[in-house]
């Protein structure tokens, strides 16, 4: 700020003034700082702002996987309202993995940000000490039974209910689920949804697989149902990535969709409607639940308070394409 001074031929103090906003400046030194911050370089230092005021002007995204394209949208979405604000992302990814994101959650609160979306690991220890370090704490997708902060999800139970339902209705009389890890709420939650549609059809019946979540993961079991359980012609896919692996493992066994099994993805992709035959899906509205955990953490940060922790759902709905058929009689 000295430099610039100097190039400007002001001081110090109308240069902070100037580049920070506060204060009165003349529209000609306003200039003469502007013209002499770019001539010298400036940048102010967000990381020595930050030590002057409580929190610095970032967010944490910590997300559980990368890999999985609902991340890579949801990062995007939450980016718009935040960046409005003048605040910006950082995103840190954890694999699914409870000791990384620990380590992971360590490094963001040393950055003291002003807020966190997380979307928790199988098995987090994100607890209530922690929501006090961060403050201003959004959970989306995913929720942590002993964590009352706001959250984004979709209605994980109805919509995956109705993708089962979908393929009852076809005719298909056992259905299988290749769902994420175990311990997460979204499997849970999607399990239950097919147990309630199954519920609902005393003559048909389902089984379920868990994995990582991962396209190799949703391979391998989907290779191992096909090739144990001949009565399956449907399969349910968790999310993206285990989709891909579905239909890889169908095509690894020699048989076709849907002629052989029908396929439903849970959450939408590009790819789903280019691929032949198109991949029937369950459209989570990713960028409106963005939308909502940007617009809270605003809303948090300059203080607002609330009746209500906010807990918010936003439906999904299922995307009718090719991907699913009548059952032949018998599949070899």
């Not at 992971?104 to 040393?110: C, G, H, N, V």
């Not at 209910?161 to 009852?168: H, R």
């Not at 639940?289 to 948090?300: C, F, K, N, P, T």
Request: proline share 6%.
């Amino acid at each position: 700020m000295h430099d610039v001074a100097k190039a400007a031929g002001v001081s110090a103090q109308t240069v902070s003034r100037a580049l920070n906003g506060r204060g009165y400046v003349s529209a000609e030194a306003r200039k003469r700082v502007l013209d002499a911050a770019a001539q010298v370089g400036y940048s102010p230092n967000v990381i020595g702002q930050s030590l002057r005021s409580a929190r610095s002007p970032m967010v944490g995204l910590v997300v559980s996987d990368i890999g999985n394209p609902f991340y890579a949208r949801l990062h995007r979405a939450i980016e718009t309202p935040l960046r409005t604000a003048g605040l910006s992302v950082l995103l840190l990814n954890c694999d699914d993995d409870p000791e990384l994101e620990s380590a992971q959650l360590d490094l963001l609160a040393s950055y003291r940000p002003a807020g966190l979306v997380l979307s928790p690991a199988t098995g987090s220890r994100f607890s209530a000490r922690q929501v006090a370090l961060f403050e201003n704490v959004v959970l989306v997708s995913r929720t942590l039974p002993d964590v009352d902060v706001p959250t984004i999800v979709t209605n994980e139970t109805e919509a995956f209910a109705a993708a089962a339902d979908e393929l009852f209705a076809a005719g298909h009389r056992r259905v299988a689920a290749v769902l994420g890890p175990e311990g997460a709420s979204t499997t849970h939650l999607r399990e239950a949804g097919l147990q309630r549609a199954t519920a609902a059809r005393p003559t048909r019946d389902s089984v379920v697989r868990y994995s990582e979540g991962t396209s190799l993961a949703a391979r391998t079991a989907t290779a191992d149902l096909l090739a144990s359980d001949p009565g399956i012609t449907a399969v349910l896919g968790f999310n993206v990535p285990v989709t891909e692996g579905i239909l890889i493992a169908v095509r690894d066994a020699g048989l076709r969709v849907p002629q052989d099994i029908s396929v439903i993805g849970f959450t939408d992709a590009g790819w789903m409607a280019a691929v032949h035959p198109a991949v029937t899906a369950v459209a989570q509205p990713v960028e409106e639940m963005g939308r909502l955990a940007g617009d809270l953490i605003v809303r948090m940060s300059v203080g607002e308070q609330f009746d209500h922790v906010p807990h918010l759902v936003v439906p999904g709905e299922l995307v009718r394409r090719e991907s699913v058929a009548p059952p032949r009689e018998e599949r070899r």
